[in-house]
Structure formats: structure tokens, C-alpha cells
């Protein structure tokens, strides 16, 4: 049903703009999702991993175009399956057509809470919520999980800006919850992280 791929480390998938007609299912590996924005620079909005399913946009009828850039953050193995050959095996199997509108709704789902997040939830909190997130998707929450993004990646992620990540980050260092490192970011204690995204803001970013 689907041919696989292989991406290296920052790797181009697609760029933004490109023809889409193909959806991609992550077999190992991470990818972001970035787009350029009018000041010129480029927001990394949203990052998959394993069993995540990214390029759902190929499935609209007639000739879509990719929303953003989508770069390997590591090695990658994607499976690839054509857009067009997807649609026609949805009109005979109404199981699988459920499958679509099940992915489907889930990114639309995603999209409105990060809506929502931008528009009420204070930025500390959506920093140490994208924190959280990224340490269970890369490390499943464990200790010594090394988040490999930049500030700037994580600004995006957050919606702020990096100087306002900076602030949580070094908060969070001096609790000994994370270490800062070059364009990356490891989690000591992410029960403690966890903690921190469940409570902040207005209180200690450590647990009593």
C-alpha cells in the first residue's frame, strides 16, 4: 500500500507549497513542521514521532499544496502512501474511511487547542507543557531524556518568543529540572517538569 523512505538529519520531506500527494506514517524517528512567517523567520509549530501520521492536508480533493516545511530531526522511516490511491480505497471501505476521518478530527482537534492555548493560557505555561509533551515523545517521560530543539524550536512550539523561553528554562535550571545544552534541552526530573505544567504559573516550579 505504501513505498518507505529514509531521511536523514535535516532532511527536507517537503517544502512548504509543494504538490501534496502523499501522506506520511512515521515507522521511527522525529520530524518538525515549520512555517515562514511575514518577519521572515520560520516557526517550527508542530514536531511527530513514531506512529504519528503527518501531509493529511494531500487528502483534500483536487490539487493541495503543503502548508508548511516538514524537516527529519533525526533518522527517519516513514511510510509513504500515495493520496490519490488512499481516497480510492476509502469509497469500497467504509472501515477504512473511518480511519481518515478519526486522523482527521484529531488534527483539527490539536489545532483548536493550540488556538486556544495562544489566545487564554499564560506563555509559562505553554512553554512547560510543550516541554512535557516533547519529553514523553521522545523519552516517554524518563529521566535523562534529551529534547534535541532550540530555543527558537521551542518558542514556535509555544507560540512566545525565545527570550521568554530562555526565562522558563533557566527557572527550571535552577530547581534542577533541566539542563540547558547546545540546541537541545535535558530533562533531569520530568515528574518534577510534569509537575510544573500542571501548577504554574504563580507558584514554584518545584514540587513541596
Not at 523567520?41 to 503543503?66: C, H, I, K, N
Request: a neutral charge; proline letters at 3%.
Amino acid at each position: 500500500m505504501g513505498r518507505r523512505r529514509r531521511y536523514r538529519r535535516d532532511e527536507v520531506i517537503f517544502h512548504e507549497a509543494d504538490r501534496a500527494d502523499s501522506v506520511h506514517l512515521i515507522e521511527r524517528g522525529h520530524v518538525a513542521s515549520c512555517a515562514f512567517i511575514e518577519t521572515g523567520e520560520t516557526v517550527t509549530y508542530r514536531v511527530f514521532g513514531p506512529g504519528d501520521t503527518f501531509g493529511l492536508l494531500a487528502l483534500q480533493s483536487g490539487v493541495a499544496r503543503r502548508y508548511g516545511t516538514t524537516i527529519a530531526l533525526d533518522e527517519v522511516v516513514t511510510l509513504v502512501i500515495d493520496a490519490e490511491h488512499l481516497r480510492s480505497r476509502c469509497l469500497g471501505n467504509a472501515a477504512m474511511g473511518q480511519v481518515l476521518i478519526d486522523l482527521l478530527a484529531t488534527e483539527v482537534r490539536a489545532f483548536a487547542a493550540a488556538l486556544v492555548e495562544a489566545l487564554f493560557v499564560p506563555v509559562e505555561v505553554r512553554v512547560l507543557r510543550r516541554l512535557t509533551a516533547l519529553a514523553h515523545l521522545y523519552g516517554r517521560g524518563e529521566a535523562g531524556t534529551v529534547i534535541p530543539l532550540t530555543q527558537e524550536g521551542l518558542a514556535g512550539l509555544a507560540g512566545t518568543s525565545r527570550a521568554s523561553v530562555s526565562k522558563v528554562l533557566k527557572g527550571l535550571e535552577e530547581a534542577n529540572i533541566v539542563e540547558r545544552r547546545r540546541s537541545a534541552v535535558f530533562v533531569a526530573d520530568p515528574e518534577a517538569l510534569a509537575w510544573a505544567a500542571a501548577h504554574a504559573p504563580g507558584g514554584s516550579l518545584s514540587p513541596p
